[in-house]
């Protein structure tokens, strides 16, 4: 498996990196304006992946999806993230053809199961209408240097998932390196990986602009050597504009314009989407709520 890396960098200049970071930074926050509002909107994996969702809640917020179009001058939102128990009330209930239907897999957050549970959840996902999956891997064994174990499973899963989208989770804040992040990104898209994603949001550490930065350069690197565009998808932590607007910055800088479409640039987040309604004057309370009735 070392053999996949000999055709990428070998070493990466922290000191550059975390500079240059610093002035896409600074760059996005001059760049937030109500038309780039309207364009982050575009770009949400709307998230619900909390212990309190049931199917009446998770069908209530999708009809609240449904009724994007009509009610705002927006895009609707890209995605509707979900655990696999949910695809099908999200599948049956979504009206709109433009959002994709997303489904977690493989063990979400943990991915500490086996692989043949892994390939079951995938499987069963897909069956139910998932357009999408995003997977976690192995971050221990990746961490231990078994690269050809996360490799494999990333394989095993895309070739489940066939011509369903797969975004790989990386779990970058529990990589803690700069170089450990970009070869896990190079690991994944080699498998198979049609995204590869900063985190799962169930960790301390999120999405971060460096983390970001990295993947990016990875995917850049990753297109120049095989001519597949692959698609970056920071989540974590990803809940106001200032935010997610680096995220863009980043996006366009290193990667160019041909990449901030939905199909190559997702924002996996559940509170973003109701931020930048406020933000943009449509709502005044949060529109989108995945709770139960009792709440």
Same mark, same amino acid.
């Given at each position: 498996?070392?053999? *996949?890396?000999? %055709? +990428?960098?070998?070493?990466?200049? !922290?000191?550059? @990196?975390?500079?240059?970071? %610093?002035?896409?930074?600074? $760059?996005?926050?001059?760049? *937030?304006?109500?038309?780039?509002?309207? $364009?982050?909107?575009?770009?949400?994996?709307?998230?619900?992946?909390? @212990?309190?969702?049931? !199917?009446?809640?998770?069908?209530?917020?999708?009809?609240?999806? %449904?009724?994007?179009?009509?009610?705002?001058?927006?895009?609707?939102?890209?995605?509707?993230?979900?655990?696999?128990?949910?695809?099908?009330?999200?599948?049956?209930?979504?009206?709109?053809?433009?959002?994709?239907?997303?489904?977690?897999?493989?063990?979400?957050?943990?991915?500490?199961?086996?692989?043949?549970?892994?390939?079951?959840?995938?499987?069963?996902?897909?069956?139910?209408? =998932?357009?999408?999956?995003?997977?976690?891997?192995?971050?221990?064994?990746?961490?231990?240097?078994?690269?050809?174990?996360?490799?494999?499973?990333?394989?095993?899963?895309?070739? *489940?998932?066939?011509?369903?989208?797969?975004?790989? @989770?990386?779990?970058?804040?529990?990589?803690?390196?700069?170089?450990? *992040? +970009?070869?896990?990104?190079?690991?994944?898209?080699?498998?198979?990986?049609?995204?590869?994603?900063?985190?799962?949001?169930?960790?301390?550490?999120?999405?971060?602009?460096? /983390? =970001?930065?990295?993947? /990016?350069?990875?995917?850049?690197? +990753?297109?120049?050597?095989?001519?597949?565009?692959?698609?970056?998808?920071?989540?974590?932590?990803?809940?106001?504009?200032?935010? /997610?607007?680096?995220?863009?910055? @980043?996006?366009?800088?290193?990667?160019?314009?041909?990449?901030?479409?939905?199909?190559?640039?997702?924002?996996?987040?559940?509170?973003?989407? %109701?931020?930048?309604?406020?933000?943009?004057?449509?709502?005044?309370?949060?529109?989108?709520?995945?709770?139960?009735?009792?709440?």
């Amino acid at each position: 498996m070392e053999q *996949i890396f000999k %055709n +990428y960098r070998d070493s990466l200049n !922290y000191a550059e @990196i975390q500079d240059e970071v %610093n002035k896409l930074v600074d $760059k996005s926050q001059s760049a *937030i304006n109500q038309e780039l509002k309207k $364009k982050l909107f575009s770009f949400i994996d709307l998230t619900f992946l909390s @212990i309190t969702d049931t !199917y009446g809640s998770i069908r209530r917020v999708v009809e609240r999806v %449904n009724q994007v179009k009509h009610k705002f001058d927006l895009d609707n939102v890209a995605g509707v993230c979900v655990y696999p128990r949910f695809v099908e009330t999200v599948r049956t209930t979504l009206t709109d053809d433009d959002v994709r239907v997303v489904s977690v897999t493989g063990g979400f957050p943990a991915s500490q199961t086996l692989l043949e549970v892994k390939k079951l959840e995938t499987e069963l996902a897909i069956n139910s209408g =998932a357009d999408e999956v995003d997977m976690v891997i192995s971050v221990g064994e990746f961490l231990d240097g078994n690269y050809d174990l996360v490799y494999n499973e990333v394989k095993e899963l895309k070739q *489940i998932s066939s011509d369903r989208r797969l975004k790989v @989770i990386l779990e970058t804040g529990t990589l803690n390196d700069f170089l450990l *992040i +970009y070869k896990a990104a190079i690991l994944a898209m080699e498998a198979g990986a049609d995204f590869v994603k900063t985190s799962t949001g169930k960790e301390k550490v999120g999405a971060t602009p460096e /983390a =970001a930065y990295v993947m /990016a350069l990875a995917i850049k690197d +990753y297109f120049q050597r095989t001519g597949r565009r692959v698609g970056l998808k920071p989540a974590g932590g990803v809940s106001v504009s200032d935010k /997610a607007a680096i995220y863009y910055t @980043i996006v366009d800088q290193v990667l160019g314009q041909q990449w901030l479409v939905p199909d190559l640039f997702r924002i996996g987040s559940s509170g973003l989407a %109701n931020k930048l309604l406020k933000e943009l004057g449509f709502v005044q309370e949060d529109f989108f709520k995945s709770v139960p009735k009792g709440y």
